[in-house]
């Protein structure tokens, strides 16, 4: 239900509905909303891929030094 006039009420919050959702999904450690799946999935995507592009950038950085160190020789 809608705010009016800064007084809002939620038959869900009254009877303890939102905070028995919040315990289940803190404990399973998945949100129960689409939007906090999407969201926790996203965060997990892109430090994943932080991550491989940081490997690839350092294996880059390595061969280009091999390469320069051997043709010195």
Known sequence: MGSKFG???SW???VGLSAAK???SR???IPLT???RERKMG???MG???KIVLLIV???VVLVLVAIFHHRQ
């Open 34 to 36: 689409r939007a906090g």
């Open 58 to 60: 350092l294996i880059v």
């Open 7 to 9: 007084v809002s009420f």
């Open 22 to 24: 919040a315990r289940i």
């Open 12 to 14: 869900r919050r009254a």
């Open 48 to 50: 994943c891929l932080s």
């Open 27 to 29: 404990t399973i450690g």
């Open 43 to 45: 965060h997990l995507v």
